[in-house]
């Protein structure tokens, strides 16, 4: 490929505006809802299993619990979550979702449908770019375990 070093022809440049430009698609929608994308993406995670500890909550989302930490914060002060420690081992936190979370998740998940489905994204290329991004992943991942070692 000739000119490489050219910004348009950089796949990282590429996913970082692809990247801003989703985020600008599920703020707009989440925003209706008082949430953040991260604090969807979290929600998200909780829909799936209600209850994961911090830990299992920021493994998921690949999130430090200095980062963590203050968004499951202000999810809780606006009644999405609700944090619980164990009494069996006061270091363990649970994070389980609250009514609201549980009563406005079709609509968030309708939204953000709507929203995906304006981009006029064929399911089959949804399904496509989802398992390219996938190999990608996979790839950039072991490349960076290998120079880890």
Partial sequence: MKDFLTLE???CFSIYEVS???NKLYSKVLHSFGLTYPQYLA???L???DGLTVKELGERLKLGTGTLTPMIKRMEENSWVKKERSTIDERRVSIFLQPKAKKEKQA???SIAAQVNSCNIEFEEYANLMSQLSILQMKLK???ENQSK
Avoid: D, P
């Fill in 43 to 45: 929600l998200l995670v």
């Fill in 108 to 110: 968030i998940i309708e």
């Fill in 47 to 49: 829909w799936e299993k």
């Fill in 9 to 11: 022809n950089q796949l």
């Fill in 142 to 144: 072991q490349k960076n």
């Fill in 20 to 22: 801003s430009q989703f």
